[in-house]
């Protein structure tokens, strides 16, 4: 029987520590709130000051507020609409009502199924890229695993969002962009957290600028590649660009749509950006240490890899032959999901689980807490690839949610699956990084999930 693996986690707070010493922790880790009996219970209700939380925790509770009632939780929260709006306008995923209807609705035929095969030749092509990078490099050389799978990823999006005109220097501008931000952004703003707007007013003034100079250095990088697209042609392959300037379907025949304006295109294509790398490189990235943390998840892993691909670079139709790789990358998201907190806010009254919910009250909705939770995944804390496998019960996709759920469930799943797929192929094919020994590895949670620091691992080349 295989040896339990069991990763790492964050301290559990004592129930009786107070809300507002809860929130105070929350400034620096949104995941060091919760006490013991969170990871037990459906819901949690409480209050800080002027604003009320409802933390819905159960898969009932989840499709109540996220589906049934979506027209009464369709806002995002103040909290992350004020900490995003400078860098994302008004793009989908701060945005909601008939503007969201109708941006969703113009950026859905991206994602279509029948596009997925000529985005996954990107994908695998940019991951043997870096294969072919990383054999330059003597055996056993030292890379910051985050930070490859951060050039990765925003290789494959600047690709497939921009166009293969796309330089790596434009991609690596807008993803320093994107991480200075997050470095200088609120996580808790105070005073939506207790329900004071006047707070607003007592912000430090450095540390706004300092967000906003990081927000308009990634616009002006996206202006700039969007006028170059409107001046030059590029090579003929569809992107995001190509239906939010130009209406193209992608599809051979089909009508176009009517374009979006330049700053409307550049907010969803920030918005896409953003949601195609940040998470995924993040995702990547935990699964590497735990793959290390279990030496015979990865031994089967590439066993798979080596006897599907037989030493040929992965394609589309292999990733629904690679059902091991697919499970040991859906449950890296299940410990450690991209996006760890998920809020709303109500628009009107309602009542949920026995609970009074106010107008404005903030609804959260927590992936950290419902994938690790007692009462709906057995031994919730150990890494355990077999739960995704077919033939097992398939997860509750109320409890795993990796991409969201709902009407506002993430555009791009199919696409970030595949491309999580893809690239652990064709890495593991050829190397077994192994984590720096004496490394580590903590969690840093800010609008992302992500190994604090880094995550340094040797590159070990593998004799196939």
Known sequence: MAERCV???????????????????????????????DYRVS?????????????????????????????????????????????????LFVSDGELWKERREHCAPAFEAELLPGFADVMSESAMEVVDRWRQLPDGASVDML??????????????????????EE??????????????????????????????????????????????KVHAVIDRIIENRRKYSNSGRFTLLSLLLEG?????????????????????????????????????????????LCPDVMEK???????????????????????????????AMRLYPPVPVLNRQSRNEDEVDGTKIEAGAIILVVPWLLGRHEEYWDDPNAFRPERFLPGQPKPDKFVYLPF??????????????????????????????KLHPGHKVEIECRLTLRPSGGLPMTLQKRRT
């Open 7 to 37: 990763p790492v986690s964050v301290d559990t707070m004592s129930e009786e520590t107070s809300i507002l010493r809860r929130l105070w922790a929350a400034r620096t880790n949104l995941l060091s709130v919760w006490a013991e009996r």
């Open 301 to 331: 892993m590439q066993a798979e890899i080596d006897q599907v691909l037989g030493g040929r670079a992965p394609r589309f139709e292999d990733v629904d032959k690679l059902h091991y790789t697919q499970a040991v990358f859906e449950e």
């Open 171 to 216: 991609a690596a501008q807008v993803v320093e962009g994107f991480s200075e931000y997050q470095r200088q952004v609120e996580q808790i703003e105070i005073s939506d957290a207790l329900g004071l707007p006047f707070l607003r007013y007592f912000v430090n003034p450095l540390r706004r600028l300092r967000s906003r100079r990081s927000g308009a």
């Open 43 to 91: 819901s949690i209700n409480f209050k800080a000051l002027n604003q009320q939380y409802f933390v819905c925790n159960s898969p009932a509770l989840v499709k109540r507020v996220f589906l049934l009632e979506h027209d009464n939780y369709d806002r995002k929260a103040p909290q992350m609409r004020h900490a995003l709006e400078p860098l994302l306008g008004d793009g």
């Open 404 to 433: 969201s759920v709902g009407k506002r469930v993430c555009l791009g799943k199919r696409f970030g699956l595949t491309e999580g797929v893809l690239c652990l192929a064709t890495l593991a094919q050829h190397f077994t990084p």
């Open 147 to 168: 930070n490859e799978m951060a050039r990765l990823t925003a290789r494959i999006i600047g690709r497939t969002v921009f166009g293969d005109d796309t330089t790596d």
């Open 248 to 292: 193209d379907t992608g599809k051979p025949g089909a009508a176009k749509r009517c374009p979006l304006g330049a700053t409307a295109a550049r907010n969803e294509a920030i918005v896409m950006f953003m949601a195609g790398h940040e998470t995924t490189a993040n995702s990547l990235a935990w699964t590497w240490y735990l793959l290390d």
